[in-house]
T-cell receptor, first 114, second 115 residues
Framework: AQKITQTQPGMFVQEKEAVTLDCTYD???????LFWYKQPSSGEMIFLIY??????QNATEGRYSLNFQKARKSANLVISASQLGDSAMYFC???????????FGTGTSLTVIP | SAVISQKPSRDICQRGTSLTIQCQVD?????MFWYRQQPGQSLTLIAT?????????ESGFVIDKFPISRPNLTFSTLTVSNLSPEDSSIYLC????????????FGPGTRLTVL
C-alpha cells in the first residue's frame, strides 16, 4: 500500500482565495511526522509545515495550516489568501517513528489564477 | 534550519560517463540523504550517508552505480556512474536537523540530463 496518497494531480485556485490540498497516509506506527513541501519550477524543495502524530493542535505557519484528522489518517494542507507565487508542486511526506526515510506522495500541481 | 548548497546546479552529460554531485551544509549534521526525482515524479530516497560508515542504500539502488562519500559532518558527494538517459533526473541532498521527527531540509538540487 502507498504510504502517502495525494489524489489531486492538479488544482486551480483564484488569487486571494483559500485552497485545500489533500493528503492521506498509511502507517501502523504510533509516532510519526507529517510534512508538506513546496517545489517551484526551479526544483528546490521548500519546507512548509510539520505535524507530529502526538500534536493535539493543528499546525499553522503563516498562511499555511495543516488540517490533521488522525482517525481518518489525513493531513490536508490549507493555503489561505493564495498568491501568484504559490503556484508550484506540493508534496506531502511522512516519517515513521525514528526511521530515516521520508515517504513522499506523488504531488499536487497548484496553479493560482490572477 | 540549515543552509545547503549543491554543485553543480545542472549538467548535461554523455552516456557512459559519470557525474559527481557535491553537497555542502553550513552546520555539522549526523545524517545526510540523497534523493532522486525523475521527471514528473515524486522523490525517491537513494541512500543515507553517515559520517564514518558506509552509506545505507535503499532497495533498487547499489553502491556501484551510486557511490557516496561522507568525509566529514558538513559534506557529502554522490556519484552517478555509467550514465544512461534513464538517469536524467533532479538529484537532491537533504539533512536532518534536530532529533526525532523534525524536518529535513533540502538542497537546491542538481538537474542532470544525459544525452
Amino acid at each position: 500500500a502507498q504510504k502517502i496518497t495525494q489524489t489531486q494531480p492538479g488544482m486551480f485556485v483564484q488569487e486571494k482565495e483559500a485552497v485545500t490540498l489533500d493528503c492521506t497516509y498509511d502507517t501502523s506506527d504510533q509516532s510519526y511526522g507529517l510534512f508538506w513541501y513546496k517545489q517551484p519550477s526551479s526544483g528546490e524543495m521548500i519546507f512548509l509545515i510539520y505535524q507530529g502524530s502526538y500534536d493535539e493542535q493543528n499546525a499553522t505557519e503563516g498562511r499555511y495550516s495543516l488540517n490533521f484528522q488522525k482517525a481518518r489518517k489525513s493531513a490536508n494542507l490549507v493555503i489561505s489568501a493564495s498568491q501568484l507565487g504559490d503556484s508550484a508542486m506540493y508534496f506531502c511526506a511522512m516519517r515513521e517513528g525514528t526511521g530515516n526515510q521520508f515517504y513522499f506522495g506523488t504531488g499536487t500541481s497548484l496553479t493560482v489564477i490572477p | 534550519s540549515a543552509v545547503i548548497s549543491q554543485k553543480p546546479s545542472r549538467d548535461i552529460c554523455q552516456r557512459g560517463t559519470s557525474l559527481t554531485i557535491q553537497c555542502q551544509v553550513d552546520s555539522q549534521v549526523t545524517m545526510m540523504f540523497w534523493y532522486r526525482q525523475q521527471p514528473g515524479q515524486s522523490l525517491t530516497l537513494i541512500a543515507t550517508a553517515n559520517q564514518g560508515s558506509e552509506a545505507t542504500y535503499e532497495s533498487g539502488f547499489v553502491i556501484d552505480k551510486f557511490p557516496i562519500s561522507r568525509p566529514n559532518l558538513t559534506f557529502s558527494t554522490l556519484t552517478v556512474s555509467n550514465l544512461s538517459p534513464e538517469d536524467s533526473s533532479i538529484y537532491l541532498c537533504s539533512v536532518e536537523v534536530g532529533q526525532g521527527n523534525n524536518e529535513q531540509f533540502f538542497g537546491p538540487g542538481t538537474r542532470l540530463t544525459v544525452l
